[in-house]
């Protein structure tokens, strides 16, 4: 997969942080830190331009020690990046705490799962085959 990088940190490309993780971790790109106020969003950028596959799509999500220890998560989550766009990839953080959060140049803020995806056609029907869950929708399947 090709990837062009305008990064201020030394870190310069993503990485899996175990041999099983999922998930490339993301970090900030920052001339200088920023600081997210209580339930303020920010566009965070990476440093990062990818060329995936077509099929292909990235999934951009929260990282759970951030989300856990500091209320700090992805908004829109998953974000997706898609095989045509070729801009910056960006993460939109937001502070859920109480309290304000410095995003420093080169901080882990983000993972990003490369996933591979099927587009569909639809076909217009009067009708859908029944199951037995039937238009049951939020909690119709009970609490346990």
Do not use: C
């Amino acid at each position: 997969m090709k990837i062009k990088v305008i990064n201020r940190s030394q870190h310069s490309l993503p990485e899996y942080q175990t041999a099983l993780s999922a998930g490339l971790d993301l970090r900030a790109n920052l001339e200088e830190p920023v600081t997210l106020g209580s339930l303020e969003r920010k566009l965070i950028g990476t440093g990062l331009f990818i060329e995936l596959p077509e099929g292909y799509e990235a999934q951009i999500r929260p990282r759970s020690g951030l989300a856990f220890k500091y209320g700090l998560t992805v908004l829109n989550s998953p974000g997706t990046v898609d095989a045509d766009y070729r801009g910056e990839i960006k993460v939109l953080l937001v502070n859920l705490s109480t309290q304000a959060f410095t995003v420093e140049n080169g901080e882990r803020i983000a993972q990003m799962v490369i996933a591979k995806h099927e587009q569909i056609e639809w076909l217009p029907s009067e009708s859908l085959t029944d199951t037995e869950r039937g238009a049951g929708g939020y909690g119709s399947t009970g609490k346990k």
